[in-house]
Protein backbone atom coordinates (compact mmCIF):
# COMPACT_ATOMS: atom_id res chain seq x y z
CA UNK A 1 0.00 0.00 0.00
CA UNK A 2 1.27 3.56 -1.21
CA UNK A 3 0.72 5.63 2.23
CA UNK A 4 1.39 9.14 0.74
CA UNK A 5 -1.27 7.86 -1.71
CA UNK A 6 -3.52 7.06 0.67
CA UNK A 7 -2.90 9.91 2.58
CA UNK A 8 -3.59 11.88 -0.20
CA UNK A 9 -7.22 10.50 -0.79
CA UNK A 10 -8.43 10.76 2.84
CA UNK A 11 -7.23 14.39 2.45
CA UNK A 12 -9.04 15.19 -0.70
CA UNK A 13 -12.24 13.40 0.47
CA UNK A 14 -12.18 15.63 3.62
CA UNK A 15 -11.91 18.87 1.49
CA UNK A 16 -14.46 17.88 -0.29
CA UNK A 17 -16.69 17.12 2.74
CA UNK A 18 -16.02 20.78 3.68
CA UNK A 19 -16.49 22.04 0.61
CA UNK A 20 -19.81 20.37 0.82
CA UNK A 21 -20.53 21.77 4.07
CA UNK A 22 -20.10 25.47 2.81
CA UNK A 23 -22.89 24.55 0.23
CA UNK A 24 -26.40 25.49 0.15
CA UNK A 25 -27.48 21.70 1.26
CA UNK A 26 -25.38 21.24 4.20
CA UNK A 27 -26.67 20.10 7.66
CA UNK A 28 -25.05 23.44 9.30
CA UNK A 29 -27.10 26.54 9.82
CA UNK A 30 -27.18 29.40 7.01
CA UNK A 31 -25.47 31.79 9.83
CA UNK A 32 -22.60 29.09 10.38
CA UNK A 33 -22.51 28.91 6.69
CA UNK A 34 -21.18 32.66 5.80
CA UNK A 35 -17.88 31.80 8.28
CA UNK A 36 -17.09 28.34 8.17
CA UNK A 37 -13.69 27.14 7.75
CA UNK A 38 -13.63 23.61 7.37
CA UNK A 39 -14.95 20.56 9.77
CA UNK A 40 -11.96 19.40 12.13
CA UNK A 41 -10.50 16.28 11.81
CA UNK A 42 -7.23 14.28 13.54
CA UNK A 43 -4.53 13.75 10.91
CA UNK A 44 -4.64 10.80 8.84
CA UNK A 45 -3.06 7.97 10.74
CA UNK A 46 -2.12 4.30 9.09
CA UNK A 47 -2.18 3.14 12.75
CA UNK A 48 -6.78 3.13 12.41
CA UNK A 49 -6.37 1.22 9.21
CA UNK A 50 -7.34 -2.53 8.90
CA UNK A 51 -7.84 -5.10 6.61
CA UNK A 52 -9.92 -7.75 8.51
CA UNK A 53 -12.04 -10.38 7.88
CA UNK A 54 -16.24 -10.14 9.25
CA UNK A 55 -17.21 -12.64 11.24
CA UNK A 56 -20.72 -12.84 9.20
CA UNK A 57 -23.27 -14.36 11.72
CA UNK A 58 -25.18 -17.61 10.57
CA UNK A 59 -27.98 -16.36 12.86
CA UNK A 60 -28.68 -12.44 11.59
CA UNK A 61 -30.68 -10.61 14.91
CA UNK A 62 -32.41 -7.50 14.51
CA UNK A 63 -30.88 -4.94 17.15
CA UNK A 64 -33.44 -2.28 18.17
CA UNK A 65 -31.73 1.55 18.18
CA UNK A 66 -32.73 4.23 19.55
CA UNK A 67 -32.22 7.60 17.77
CA UNK A 68 -31.54 11.48 18.95
CA UNK A 69 -35.14 12.14 18.89
CA UNK A 70 -36.15 9.32 20.93
CA UNK A 71 -37.17 6.69 17.61
CA UNK A 72 -36.80 3.03 17.81
CA UNK A 73 -35.27 2.17 14.93
CA UNK A 74 -34.09 -1.68 13.66
CA UNK A 75 -31.58 -3.28 12.66
CA UNK A 76 -29.99 -6.30 11.60
CA UNK A 77 -26.58 -7.36 13.63
CA UNK A 78 -24.94 -8.47 10.28
CA UNK A 79 -21.02 -9.23 11.50
CA UNK A 80 -18.19 -8.50 13.68
CA UNK A 81 -14.80 -7.02 13.58
CA UNK A 82 -11.78 -8.21 15.75
CA UNK A 83 -9.01 -6.14 15.82
CA UNK A 84 -6.18 -4.74 18.31
CA UNK A 85 -5.87 -1.14 19.41
CA UNK A 86 -2.38 -0.27 21.30
CA UNK A 87 -2.40 -3.65 22.24
CA UNK A 88 -6.45 -3.60 23.46
CA UNK A 89 -8.33 -6.40 21.66
CA UNK A 90 -11.29 -4.72 20.42
CA UNK A 91 -14.30 -5.46 18.22
CA UNK A 92 -16.89 -3.87 16.46
CA UNK A 93 -20.73 -4.99 15.53
CA UNK A 94 -21.48 -4.13 11.86
CA UNK A 95 -25.36 -3.44 10.92
CA UNK A 96 -27.42 -3.47 8.23
CA UNK A 97 -30.97 -1.55 7.68
CA UNK A 98 -31.62 -4.68 5.08
CA UNK A 99 -30.15 -7.98 4.51
CA UNK A 100 -29.84 -6.39 0.80
CA UNK A 101 -27.96 -3.97 1.51
CA UNK A 102 -24.47 -3.39 0.10
CA UNK A 103 -23.11 -1.06 2.86
CA UNK A 104 -22.43 -1.95 6.54
CA UNK A 105 -23.02 0.70 9.20
CA UNK A 106 -20.84 0.88 12.29
CA UNK A 107 -21.83 3.05 15.23
CA UNK A 108 -18.98 3.52 17.54
CA UNK A 109 -17.92 5.40 20.91
CA UNK A 110 -14.15 5.44 22.02
CA UNK A 111 -12.68 6.96 24.60
CA UNK A 112 -12.52 10.35 23.00
CA UNK A 113 -15.76 10.53 22.58
CA UNK A 114 -17.19 13.94 24.53
CA UNK A 115 -13.99 14.70 24.76
CA UNK A 116 -12.72 15.62 21.42
CA UNK A 117 -14.98 14.08 19.32
CA UNK A 118 -19.25 14.00 19.34
CA UNK A 119 -20.11 12.83 22.49
CA UNK A 120 -23.15 10.67 20.59
CA UNK A 121 -20.68 8.28 19.05
CA UNK A 122 -18.88 8.72 15.23
CA UNK A 123 -20.07 6.48 12.10
CA UNK A 124 -18.49 4.64 9.64
CA UNK A 125 -20.08 3.51 6.55
CA UNK A 126 -18.21 0.66 4.39
CA UNK A 127 -19.78 0.25 0.94
CA UNK A 128 -18.83 -3.48 -0.29
CA UNK A 129 -17.68 -1.61 -3.79
CA UNK A 130 -15.12 0.49 -2.08
CA UNK A 131 -14.19 -1.12 1.44
CA UNK A 132 -14.11 -4.66 0.51
CA UNK A 133 -11.28 -6.46 -1.51
CA UNK A 134 -10.71 -8.82 -3.43
CA UNK A 135 -10.04 -11.62 -0.91
CA UNK A 136 -13.41 -10.55 0.94
CA UNK A 137 -11.47 -8.96 3.59
CA UNK A 138 -13.16 -5.45 4.73
CA UNK A 139 -11.30 -2.47 4.88
CA UNK A 140 -11.89 -0.45 8.50
CA UNK A 141 -10.50 2.57 8.35
CA UNK A 142 -11.49 5.17 11.26
CA UNK A 143 -9.35 7.73 9.41
CA UNK A 144 -12.88 8.19 7.34
CA UNK A 145 -14.50 7.86 10.72
CA UNK A 146 -17.63 11.10 10.93
CA UNK A 147 -20.21 12.61 12.77
CA UNK A 148 -23.85 12.48 11.76
CA UNK A 149 -25.83 14.96 10.60
CA UNK A 150 -27.37 15.55 14.56
CA UNK A 151 -24.07 17.16 15.54
CA UNK A 152 -24.45 19.69 13.42
CA UNK A 153 -28.34 20.16 13.33
CA UNK A 154 -31.12 19.60 15.97
CA UNK A 155 -33.35 19.23 12.58
CA UNK A 156 -31.75 15.71 12.25
CA UNK A 157 -32.22 12.38 13.54
CA UNK A 158 -29.38 9.81 14.24
CA UNK A 159 -28.79 6.65 15.53
CA UNK A 160 -27.48 6.27 18.88
CA UNK A 161 -24.42 4.29 19.47
CA UNK A 162 -25.38 0.80 20.94
CA UNK A 163 -23.35 0.21 23.98
CA UNK A 164 -21.93 -3.27 22.28
CA UNK A 165 -19.82 -0.89 19.90
CA UNK A 166 -18.20 1.30 22.65
CA UNK A 167 -14.36 0.86 22.63
CA UNK A 168 -12.17 1.29 25.88
CA UNK A 169 -9.42 2.89 23.79
CA UNK A 170 -8.69 6.09 22.01
CA UNK A 171 -8.99 5.97 18.32
CA UNK A 172 -7.64 9.33 17.74
CA UNK A 173 -8.79 9.20 14.11
CA UNK A 174 -11.45 10.53 11.43
CA UNK A 175 -13.80 13.81 12.66
CA UNK A 176 -13.21 15.70 15.43
CA UNK A 177 -16.35 17.42 17.39
CA UNK A 178 -18.41 20.14 15.46
CA UNK A 179 -17.75 23.27 17.93
CA UNK A 180 -20.57 25.36 16.07
CA UNK A 181 -17.78 28.19 16.60
CA UNK A 182 -18.40 29.13 13.25
CA UNK A 183 -21.29 31.48 14.21
Known amino acids: MDIEKWKNVIEMARRQKDAFFGSYQSPISFDEKENF ?5 YPPDIKYRFELEL ?7 TLKIKDTKGNIRDFIRFGEFRFNID ?3 CKLQAYKSELQEERLFIPFKDSTTGKETYPAGRYLDMESGSY ?5 RWILDFNTAYNPWCAYSENYSCP ?6 ILDVEVCAGEKNYPHENK
Open 55 to 61: GEYTEKD
Open 87 to 89: ETN
Open 132 to 136: QLPDG
Open 37 to 41: KGLHY
Open 160 to 165: LTPAEN
